[in-house]
């Protein structure tokens, strides 16, 4: 409710967006820190650690949500839509560093 009342657009695709930008924004950080690996195993190992985030995070969404008694219909489905807009992004994310290669 507090996103719709302050105009932040909730849409699936916009809080996918959000997690993507914000999960693979920290990615140049990982390179710093992981030099010894090629660009490639970079984005591999950068995309396997913060998948395990993204899993827990939506996993923990879902219980409080459930909790609530609210994780049905519309909520569930934009749920579920966001989690794949997601993947498809870290996808193509990925997808960016094996066509530079």
Do not use: C, M, W
């Not at 959000?18 to 010894?36: A, D, K, M, V």
């Amino acid at each position: 409710e507090k996103g719709y009342d302050s105009g932040v657009d909730v849409s699936p695709e916009a809080t996918a967006g959000r997690i993507l930008s914000f999960s693979t924004g920290l990615f140049s950080l990982f390179q710093q820190q992981n030099p010894e690996l090629s660009e490639l195993e970079q984005v591999d190992h950068f995309i396997s650690v913060i998948s395990g985030g993204i899993d827990t995070g939506f996993s923990e969404a879902r219980e409080i949500l459930d909790g609530l008694g609210i994780l049905e219909g519309e909520i569930a489905e934009n749920i579920d839509k966001t989690y794949d807009l997601v993947q498809e992004g870290l996808i193509a994310f990925r997808e960016k560093f094996v066509s530079e290669e």
